[in-house]
């Protein structure tokens, strides 16, 4: 069964700093991973996914994520905030078997200060 | 090019009341999936169904009944209703011929059970 962890709830960081959102998974198969962004009374929108093609993702805004197999790990960065990116965050992960259930992190809500 | 619809948008039900959240889509999409979005929790998979004729529970099916009635829809039934269902609910429909195809969100029910 998969699972993913995201290993802060909350990230705060200045307009203009990097971010880093983390994010760990455990699947018994070859995983398909996603970063999907909701803001405010919002519904959600895909910032990136990972093909297996690259294992450096680049998304929408500026977002990349960097799979990292040995690890099990696929966090999100960005090399510098912005004030629009104030939202929560979601790793999801999913996998062949088991019909493809697909399971969400618990998210990290970010912050960016002016 | 409507995506994923659901409905209704709000609904406030009395504790016992039974209701069925809809869910269809129009990208003839194979798998359809139901979570609930509770603060601090991120999204959790009630129930899922990999194919049309196929429905399998998730992390959190207790209470909850699902019905995939051909391959666009897919509804949620809440036989008696309880507060701990006050949430909101997310449809979702993903295309898994593709090996990184990432789901396609209805924009939520918001359940209120008083």
């Known amino acids: 069964a998969q699972s993913v962890t995201q290993l802060d709830s909350h990230v705060s960081v200045s307009e203009g700093t990097p971010v880093l959102l983390r994010c760990n998974y455990s699947s018994s198969y070859s995983p398909s991973l996603f970063w999907y962004v909701q803001h405010p009374n919002k519904g959600l929108q895909l910032l990136l996914k990972?093909?297996?093609?690259?294992?450096l993702v680049k998304g929408i805004n500026g977002f990349e994520a960097e799979f990292k197999k040995s690890e099990t790990s696929f966090h999100l960065t960005k090399p510098s905030a912005h004030m629009s990116d104030a939202a929560e965050y979601f790793c999801v992960v999913s996998d062949q078997g088991g019909g493809f259930k697909t399971i969400f992190g618990a998210g990290t809500r970010l912050f960016v200060k002016a | 090019n409507a995506g994923v619809t659901q409905t209704p948008k709000f609904q406030v039900l009395k504790t016992g009341q039974s209701m069925t959240l809809q869910c269809a889509q129009d990208m003839n999409h194979n798998s359809m999936y139901w979570y609930r979005q509770d603060p601090g929790m991120g999204l959790r998979l009630i129930y899922y169904s990999a194919s049309e004729g196929t429905t399998d529970k998730g992390e959190v099916p207790n209470g909850y009944n699902v019905s995939r009635l051909n391959k666009r829809e897919f509804s949620l039934r809440l036989e008696s209703a309880a507060p701990s269902q006050t949430s909101v609910y997310f449809c979702?429909?993903?295309?898994?011929?593709?090996?990184?195809?990432?789901?396609?969100f209805g924009q939520g029910t918001r359940l209120t059970v008083v």
């Open positions: 979702a429909s993903r295309e898994i011929t593709g090996w990184s195809t990432e789901a396609f």
């Open positions: 990972y093909t297996s093609a690259a294992t």
